[in-house]
């Protein structure tokens, strides 16, 4: 599973300029930058600096959008300009990604989750939705289950329970080059961002290291109790359509809804439909 687990976060968000021919879900459009934050900076938690960005301060009703495997806050381009019109909204580098830093301690989700924890404490948030995609929705089921109270709702796009909902289903050619593509692009935003801009590797390594997560039970699932979508492509390539329908099943009273079209680059693919199940799910009663 090691190795299922690497291909998983190479291939992350794989794509290729459109073209007329090219169908929606095999492509992904270049992220616009992000909009000019009210606040950023770095806060001190579990012996890293992690970076933050706050949109539309004070207007309440607190959102905290978390990103994939290989990504960073600022592949949230197309959601923050839409969100923070009605919504606080809090933009997040995971440790080590982005502008954040990381340490010697592996990163596993009970530490992650720790991390947005202890961020939301130091901007004195006592509750906040999370808009989470792929590992970022993982990371909000983990926080919605061991900090029920702190979790208003929860988006997951792109999430998976068990390592063992991820699809076996052979890459293709065309795959394996818009992974390689991919690739490249990811160490290039890397390079750019990070405090430590040759350590691309390391942390691919580091994510790497554990292929026993995510690992969340029936039982685990059952605990959550906040309002749920689980949300996903119709054409997700990286986890089966069986285990995004049993994840939605686990969780009492979730929805789940399937974008058409897009797969798991969905947030990038189609913008629009993606922002309107965010504000469905937060508007809500």
């Known amino acids: 599973m090691k190795q299922t687990l690497i291909i998983f976060l190479i291939l992350l968000l794989t794509g290729s300029n459109a073209s007329s021919q090219t169908p929606l879900w095999q492509t992904l459009s270049p992220v616009p930058p992000m909009p000019s934050a009210d606040t950023s900076g770095f806060a001190s938690v579990n012996?890293?600096?992690?970076y933050y960005a706050i949109f539309n301060r004070n207007a309440g009703r607190p959102v905290i959008l978390l990103h994939g495997s290989l990504g960073s806050s600022d592949d949230w381009g197309f959601e923050t300009p839409l969100l923070d019109k009605t919504h606080e909204v809090i933009v997040v580098d995971s440790r080590g990604r982005?502008?954040?830093t990381m340490s010697a301690q592996p990163m596993t989700l009970e530490l992650e989750a720790s991390d947005i924890l202890g961020l939301m404490d130091i901007l004195k948030i006592r509750k906040a939705s999370i808009v989470g995609w792929s590992e970022g929705g993982v990371i909000g089921l983990f926080l919605a289950i061991h900090a029920p109270g702190r979790i208003e709702k929860l988006l997951a796009?792109?999430?998976n329970y068990s390592v063992s909902s991820y699809s076996a289903k052979?890459?293709?050619?065309?795959m394996k080059v818009m992974g390689r593509r991919y690739l490249a692009n990811a160490e290039a935003t890397y390079r750019r961002l990070?405090?430590?801009?040759?350590?691309f590797h390391e942390l691919l390594k580091a994510l790497a290291a554990d292929s026993t997560e995510p690992e969340l039970t029936?039982?685990?699932?059952?605990?959550?109790?906040i309002p749920v979508v689980i949300a996903d492509g119709q054409y997700?390539?990286?986890i089966t359509q069986?285990?995004?329908?049993?994840?939605?099943h686990l969780i009492p009273g979730s929805k789940l809804v399937i974008i058409p079209n897009v797969s798991h680059g969905g947030p990038l693919q189609d913008p629009v439909s993606f922002h309107k199940v965010v504000v469905k799910l937060l508007d809500s009663d």
């Open 47 to 50: 012996g890293i600096r992690l």
């Open 242 to 248: 069986k285990e995004t329908a049993t994840l939605a």
């Open 157 to 159: 796009f792109g999430a």
């Open 170 to 174: 052979p890459l293709s050619a065309e």
């Open 194 to 199: 990070s405090p430590t801009p040759d350590g």
């Open 218 to 225: 029936p039982t685990d699932l059952a605990k959550i109790k």
């Open 236 to 238: 997700e390539q990286f």
């Open 98 to 100: 982005g502008r954040s």
